[in-house]
């Protein structure tokens, strides 16, 4: 019977790799580029709008008188009594934080 050695030289081994400085540089700066772009096209294309489709709504500009709220305004325009409906509509379209009004502020109201 016949016996087989492995010398240490027929077993091959992979070469390592080592960067320098600047490879690792490179490496680094490759990879954050990338990292970078994949945020931008995931992120950046994105689009903004409003869940409203077709052209905005036909709108007239009143002036607030003294002492005039946005209750009173909403009232006058309201169709059957629908003041709270109208107030939002009014808030929405000047896009204000409050109900709060200041005597000579322009605001668009819906044209019914």
């Known amino acids: ?50 869940g409203e489709a077709g052209t905005p709504e036909p709108t007239t500009t009143v002036m607030v008188g003294p002492g005039e709220t946005l209750w009173d305004i909403a009232a006058e325009i309201a169709p059957d009594g629908h003041t709270r409906a109208m107030m939002n509509r009014i808030e929405r379209l000047n896009t204000l934080d409050s ?3 200041l005597a000579g502020q322009r605001l668009r109201v819906p044209v019914e």
């Open 99 to 101: 109900s709060m009004l």
């Open 1 to 50: 019977m016949s016996t087989m050695t492995i010398s240490p030289t027929s077993i091959r081994t992979r070469p390592t790799v080592r960067l320098t400085r600047r490879g690792r540089a490179v490496v680094f700066a490759a990879s954050l580029l990338l990292v970078l772009g994949i945020a931008l096209i995931v992120l950046g294309g994105t689009s903004v709008a409003s």
